[in-house]
Every structure is written in structure tokens, then in C-alpha cells.
């Protein structure tokens, strides 16, 4: 893919989620699917982290905050930071998380995944939810997961899954349809991506049947 096109891809994404940002928690999806990759994004958490461990955790594509806000008011002990290309997502999730008195434990950055405002060795976990299909440089992003992580630390990405004939219909037909500049990864696409950047103890999950979504879980070698 030529940069202008990646340029005219990630504008597209950007112009189309600062737009949806003001109806974002009114969305079916939110029901159909977001909630539930929420929980799925915990069930790793409880599974792979002790519960009394203070983990810093990483939220790419965060939208307007809810699995930030999720998390502070769980009995976890995370401490979350949300990025998201869409400015009015991040002022969104600002006042969101001000409304419910939790804005001195959350933070929501502006800015480009393929580009991580963060240091080297920064979080315990990165998480992704059904906004990965929107990168157009999709390796450099998990290279980026990669590098901001601590030794020991844990990514995980949810996306649409597209390897059965439902997933095939929805994200590659109509999804494709409807948002054009997109692209969502096999299964074998997203494991291959994963190694290539460095990770190992690769693990993947399909669940939902009628929106059916793909989890892959990678650790950053020690």
C-alpha cells in the first residue's frame, strides 16, 4: 500500500470516528459486541495477572472510555490509559470519566497507533478492540504494542472474525462495504503478525456466532 493511500485511510478512520464519537455509546454494537469483548479483555486479565497486582494497561482504540471506566470501577487493580485517533473520543471519554468522579485514574491520549506516544517497557498489557481492522500499517502497530510493553507483558487484540462464512459475510462484505478502508486479518494473518513482531505463548480464541469476533493473546519474552 503507497502512503498516500495509508494517509487517505487513516484520515477516512479519523473523520468517520470523531463523527460517530457523540451517538458511540448509543450504538447497537455496544450490545452486539463491544460489551461483551470487554469482558473478554477482563477474563485475561483475572486469568494471567495476580488480582492484588497493579497493572498499567494500554487501550488502543479506546473510544469514549468504557472498558477504561469498567476497569477503575472493578475490584482490579488497573490503571488505565486509553489512545484513540479521534479526538472527540478522547474529550468524550474525558468527560465521561469526570462524570463519574474517576478522572484522577484514567488517561485518554489523541494520537496514532502505527506511532505510540510512550516509552519502551511503559505497560503489564495492551488491548485492542474491533479497531485494528482501521490500521493500514498493521504489522508497525503490533511492533509498537510490542516495544511500549514490559518484559512479561501481555497484549491482546479483538477483531471481527472472518474465516468462517457469517464472519466472511459480515466484515468482509458488509463492513468493507459500508467503511471501505479496512481490513480484517485471518486468523493465521493476526498469529503470523504477532510472531513476526516478537511475541510468544501466541494463543487464540474465536467467540459469538452471529457477530462472530477472533481474540489473539501474545507475550513479550522476559
Known amino acids: ?50 488480582q492484588q497486582q497493579p497493572i498499567k494497561l494500554l487501550d488502543v482504540g479506546c473510544g469514549t472510555g468504557t472498558f477504561a471506566s469498567m476497569l ?3 475490584d482490579l487493580q488497573v490503571s488505565p490509559t486509553g489512545l484513540d485517533m479521534a479526538q472527540r473520543m478522547c474529550q468524550l471519554a474525558r468527560v465521561k470519566s469526570q462524570q463519574i468522579g474517576l478522572e484522577q485514574s484514567m488517561n485518554f491520549v489523541t494520537g496514532d497507533s502505527e506511532h505510540l506516544p510512550f516509552p519502551e517497557n511503559s505497560f503489564h498489557m495492551v488491548t485492542c478492540s474491533n479497531s485494528f481492522h482501521h490500521y493500514p500499517h498493521q504489522d508497525k502497530v503490533v511492533r509498537e504494542m510490542f516495544r511500549v510493553l514490559r518484559p512479561g507483558g501481555r497484549v491482546v ?15 468482509d462484505v458488509c463492513v ?3 467503511e471501505k478502508s479496512v481490513h480484517h486479518c485471518s486468523a493465521l494473518e493476526m ?14 480464541e474465536k467467540f459469538g456466532f452471529w457477530v462472530p469476533a477472533l481474540a489473539t493473546t501474545g507475550k513479550k519474552p522476559l
Open 176 to 178: 468493507t462495504r459500508v
Open 72 to 74: 477503575v470501577e472493578s
Open 157 to 171: 487484540i479483538i477483531d471481527g472474525f472472518r474465516d468462517n462464512a457469517i464472519g466472511w459475510f459480515i466484515f
Open 1 to 50: 500500500m503507497h502512503e498516500r493511500e495509508c494517509h487517505v485511510w487513516k484520515k477516512d478512520a479519523q473523520s468517520e470516528f470523531n463523527r460517530w464519537a457523540e451517538t458511540y455509546d448509543r450504538s447497537i454494537l455496544n450490545h452486539l459486541l463491544f460489551h461483551r469483548c470487554y469482558l473478554k479483555f477482563i477474563e485475561y486479565i483475572i486469568r494471567h495477572y495476580p
Open 191 to 204: 498469529f503470523n503478525t504477532l510472531t513476526a513482531a516478537g511475541f510468544d505463548q501466541i494463543e487464540q
